[in-house]
DNA sequence: CTTTTTGCAAATTCTTTGCAGCCCA
DNA sequence: TGGGCTGCAAAGAATTTGCAAAAAG
């Protein structure tokens, strides 16, 4: 699901807010851009980003994203993520915050999302034993291989078609 | 410090077998790269790993130390990272193994290390769920706060002397 | 001998940059 | 108007690939 059009509202707010600030200026580009960005879910490569905005503007150029997602992360507002695939991936920041975390295949670069309750408690659990701390976020990635990437006879990769 | 010699015969016989169990050859030039790539320390780039194997022998090209990390990798003794420094670098397998994770604070910035094999194990759990991934390394960062700076009472920062 | 592997250079892929013209403040 | 923007295409950087010659089994 895209986030809630409030969240949208606040992201471009603080957006506007850096612009100023950093004496840059709005334009057409970096409007569409940032709004779908902001709108879109999870992490998202420059070339689908690309697409989506051509989707409702035709003529906006690759530079310009890269230049644009450069400026989000700057700011804060973006956070650059590598996973190993060859190419860089964004994702709005505070979404990384309480959101999921990562599985990524080492060999065919696919990566899935999962939750998982007890991993938190137990997290939590290792920041008190730790001396009292109390974890506000986390980030946890995991790194393998899916069964066809092991070369298991018949194995699968969630990935292909 | 380098690998314990014991380690890297280890090591290269679990590589030799891989070779043969998919019908490999060994070669010279693999022979050189994974000597060199199992001494290494920490988390190494191709080009270093070439510079230090044209030090033994100088005609190795780039193409063949690619392959052969690449081989390392689908063997298991090899994991590939992204540093976002725009290059991948390779950690020999064992070293990621006993790896710690991280607990950060985000007001005074201490860092704590810690190992948990609950976690550990919900890991590889939660990858086997997923369709069956085998976990080769992963990663593991907690922010949160020390209890000084939670505003404690008498709450006491690790940190301080 | 047959099959793999290598080294080279060319090709790919992702990202950055230079620059002439366009646009916002 | 003037300094930033943009799009394009060219430049860079990292990695992969095609192919003939060389090496391994």
Redesign the pocket.
Known sequence: MPHAAADVDRLKSRWQKY?RRQ????????ELIVAEFFQAEGHV???ELLERVRRRSA??????V???L?LLTESGLATAQQFGD???RFEVAGEAENHHDHLICLQCGLILEFENPEIEKLQDQVAADLGGFKVVRHKLELYGLCPKAMGQKGGYCPNES
């Open positions: 612009l004496n840059l200026k709005t334009t057409q580009q970096r490569s420059i070339e003529k906006v150029g690759y530079a310009t890269y230049r644009t450069k060859g190419q860089t």
